[in-house]
C-alpha cells in the first residue's frame, strides 16, 4: 500500500482521531517541515489548532542521512549508532543544529509564543518515522510541558520502531496506519514526495490558526 501524497495520509489518520474534534483541550503537533502538511489537514478536519515542535537529527559524519541521534533547543538524544562518534563531532553539531532549530523558531513565530501544552491531550504527528530518534526526542520535549496525554499519529514507520514508541510510559496511545517489515524510508510508501520548504510552514500555521477553537 501506499499513499499518493501527505494529504492523503493526513485524511486517513484524521479518520482514526474523530474522537478529537472539536476539543478544546486538545491540540495537533508536527514536526516540521513534512509533518506540516499531514498535521494540517488533522487539524482543519478536526477542528484544533495547529504547533510544531522543533527537533532535527544528528547524522553520522560519514553518512549525514544516517542519523546518530535527535536534538532540540534543550535535549539531545543520542542512539547506539553513536558509541564510536567523538564528543567534538556531537558538540559541534548540537551547536550546529540548535541555531538552525533557533533560526526556525524565530522564522516561524515571529514576536509570538508556542501554545502552552500543559494539561492539552497532544496528536504529534509526522509524515513518517524511520529511525525514530527525532519523534523520541520531540516526545520527550512535549513530556516536559506537563500535557494530559500524548498521541502520536504516523501514517507509516518500521515495526520496531512503533513498538519501542507504544513502550514508551509517556505516549498515552499510539496510530500507525502502515508498519511494513520491509521499510527502507517514509518516501518510499508515497508516491508523491516534496520537499516542504519554510514558506509552506509558515503558510500552513497561519491558515490553520486563523479559525481555531479558542479556550
Given at each position: 500500500m501506499m499513499f499518493k501524497d501527505r494529504i492523503e495520509a493526513g485524511e486517513q489518520l484524521a479518520n482514526k482521531l474523530l474522537e478529537y474534534k472539536n476539543n478544546k483541550k486538545a491540540i495537533v503537533v508536527t514536526i516540521p517541515r513534512g509533518g506540516l502538511p499531514?498535521?494540517?489537514i488533522i487539524a482543519k478536519k478536526l477542528n484544533l489548532?495547529?504547533?510544531?515542535?522543533?527537533?532535527?537529527k544528528i547524522g553520522h559524519p560519514l553518512h549525514k542521512e544516517f542519523a546518530i541521534g535527535a536534538i532540540t533547543l534543550d535535549d539531545i538524544i543520542?542512539?547506539?549508532n553513536a558509541r564510536d562518534i567523538s564528543n567534538s563531532y556531537i558538540d559541534t553539531?548540537?551547536?550546529?543544529?540548535?541555531?538552525i532549530l533557533k533560526n526556525?523558531?524565530?522564522?516561524y513565530y515571529g514576536s509570538s509564543t508556542p501554545t502552552n501544552l500543559k494539561d492539552k491531550t497532544v496528536i504529534l504527528v509526522d509524515d513518517g518515522v524511520a529511525t525514530g530518534q527525532t519523534l523520541i526526542s520531540s516526545i520527550n520535549l512535549i513530556h516536559q510541558q506537563q500535557p494530559s496525554q500524548i498521541i502520536v499519529a504516523l501514517p507509516v514507520g518500521?515495526?520496531?520502531v512503533i513498538d519501542k514508541i507504544k513502550n514508551m510510559s509517556s505516549v498515552n496511545n499510539t496510530i500507525c496506519l502502515l508498519t511494513p517489515f520491509n521499510f527502507q524510508a517514509v518516501g518510499q510508501f508515497y508516491?508523491?514526495?516534496?520537499q516542504v520548504d519554510d514558506s509552506e510552514v509558515i503558510r500552513?500555521?497561519?491558515?490553520?490558526?486563523?479559525?481555531?477553537?479558542?479556550?
Open positions: 499531514i498535521g494540517h489548532p495547529l504547533e510544531i515542535v522543533l527537533s532535527k543520542l542512539s547506539e553539531e548540537t551547536s550546529r543544529i540548535r541555531a526556525r523558531q524565530d522564522m518500521p515495526p520496531s508516491k508523491e514526495f516534496y500552513l500555521l497561519k491558515e490553520a490558526n486563523q479559525t481555531k477553537i479558542k479556550d
